[in-house]
């Protein structure tokens, strides 16, 4: 397939370190992408949805919409048992406009103030491609058990990865190499069943 040909896929995130992330997901898929850095004008789609999923499937119908090209959206977030699942489809606005430095102690102290004393947790994380008349195309969910640290370790990932140990290590995401991340994170396991759909459908 040559360059002219290429389909236009838009990630649709102005998270710097989910693109980052994504972009190295699907470095095997023959498209060109774009995200929303790159549609400076384009309205931001309201997450009004209950569940990942449904998030999900506003953000990549709205954006595929207004950029009328492809696009991929995720939702994710983390779910804490001892929390009642929070903060859940509420974990990029937990805690109010306040940096993630502080949404982590907030889990931290409220689960110390908790009668529930399970440190069980998990990544959850949704990902839809929609077409641009706002047909959803494929969708996809990947989840990652684990547990909370006592305390942030590490400076890699971003978002509440500090504080997430997954099953069968003793690392937080935020220490944990990428090649590590790329095999067992949320998002690296529904970015795979993603994945197979986009190769079937860029090599019509």
Known sequence: MNEMNKPKILIATGNAGKVRELHELFRGVPAEFASLTDFPHIAEVPE???????????????????AGMLALADDSGLVVDALDG???????????????????QLILTRMAASIEHRRTARFVCS????????????????????RIADAPRGRGGFGYDPIFVPDGHQHTFGELPDEIKAEISHRALAGAKIMRYLLAFTAV
């Not at 489809?89 to 109010?96: D, E, I, M, N």
């Not at 990902?127 to 990652?144: F, K, R, Y």
Request: charged fraction near 20%.
């Open 86 to 104: 929070e903060p859940g489809v509420l974990s990029a606005r937990f805690g109010g406009d306040v940096g993630f430095d502080q949404k982590m």
């Open 127 to 146: 990902m839809v491609v929609a077409d641009p008349s706002g047909s959803i195309l494929t969708a996809a969910e990947g989840i990652c058990e684990g």
């Open 48 to 66: 009004t949805g209950s569940t990942f999923t449904e998030n999900a499937s506003l953000k990549a119908v709205g954006y595929a919409r207004q």
